[in-house]
């Protein structure tokens, strides 16, 4: 079970979206497991992640109290990895956030390689799940299915807004937010480029997949033409 297991959309939608996870277990092998959590983000950069993700601490791209409105026209937009690695210091899960199924792939047979007696997780469409598998020689343990929603789905969102704000496993991107941002891009207000850093400042999680975000504006702002 994953924060990320009820992303928005069908499995074709996954196809630049993998989340691969490392995680300790309370009691069984959380003692000395800092290094390792470092490690595993460390061993990701090679294979050049999207995000990187604690989620203790957020992501590569974090918001900051010192700051006020005017500085989203000057602030640096480049996502800070080293800054995620560094900064755990506490048992958490943590997570590297792919657009490409061949880095992810590498990425979890490094992984494999390394054995670091941790709990890894992958997230994305079970095809896509199974291919990472096969291509690090391991069978899939276990799958997590989410049924979507049910009641009243008309009062829903629609679905790039879906798409958009559940990306964050803990749901620290709202509808409202995700939606002024598709709305900005369309009216030429921000870039799709833009928009992207401020909904991932938002994910408390840093699972957060900005190419994919900025697949979902750019499509929104395509379908104006």
């Known amino acids: 079970?994953?924060?990320?297991?009820?992303?928005?959309?069908?499995?074709?939608?996954?196809?630049?979206d993998y989340v691969v996870f490392a995680i300790p277990s309370r009691g069984k092998n959380d003692k000395g497991c800092i290094p390792k959590l470092k490690e595993f983000l460390r061993m990701a950069v090679p294979f050049k992640p999207v995000n990187l993700g604690d989620?203790?601490?957020?992501?590569?791209?974090?918001?900051?109290?010192?700051?006020?409105?005017?500085?989203?026209?000057?602030?640096?937009m480049t996502p800070d990895l080293e800054a995620v690695i560094n900064g755990?210091?506490?048992?958490?899960?943590?997570?590297?956030?792919?657009?490409?199924?061949?880095?992810?792939?590498?990425?979890?047979?490094?992984?494999?390689?390394?054995?670091?007696?941790?709990?890894?997780?992958?997230?994305?469409?079970?095809?896509?799940?199974?291919?990472?598998?096969?291509?690090?020689?391991?069978?899939r343990h276990s799958v997590g299915y989410s049924l979507g929603f049910e009641g009243k789905t008309e009062k829903?969102?629609?679905?790039?807004?879906?798409?958009?704000?559940?990306?964050?496993?803990?749901?620290?991107?709202s509808h409202s937010l995700a939606k002024k941002m598709i709305d900005w891009v369309k009216e030429g207000r921000r870039t799709p480029e833009q928009a992207?850093?401020?909904?991932t400042r938002f994910c408390s999680c840093g699972v957060f997949n900005p190419s994919r975000a900025?697949?979902?504006?750019?499509?929104?702002?395509g379908s104006m033409k």
């Open 1 to 16: 079970m994953t924060n990320t297991l009820h992303r928005f959309g069908d499995s074709a939608s996954f196809y630049d």
């Open 55 to 76: 989620a203790t601490h957020g992501g590569a791209l974090r918001p900051s109290r010192g700051m006020n409105p005017t500085s989203h026209w000057k602030r640096d």
């Open 88 to 139: 755990v210091d506490t048992p958490t899960t943590v997570a590297a956030v792919f657009d490409n199924r061949v880095q992810a792939e590498e990425f979890v047979k490094a992984v494999r390689k390394a054995d670091l007696g941790l709990c890894i997780n992958i997230s994305t469409s079970i095809d896509g799940a199974e291919q990472c598998c096969f291509a690090a020689g391991i069978p």
């Open 196 to 199: 992207v850093t401020y909904l």
């Open 156 to 173: 829903l969102p629609n679905t790039q807004v879906l798409t958009l704000s559940t990306m964050c496993g803990h749901g620290m991107i």
């Open 214 to 221: 900025r697949r979902i504006l750019e499509d929104a702002r």
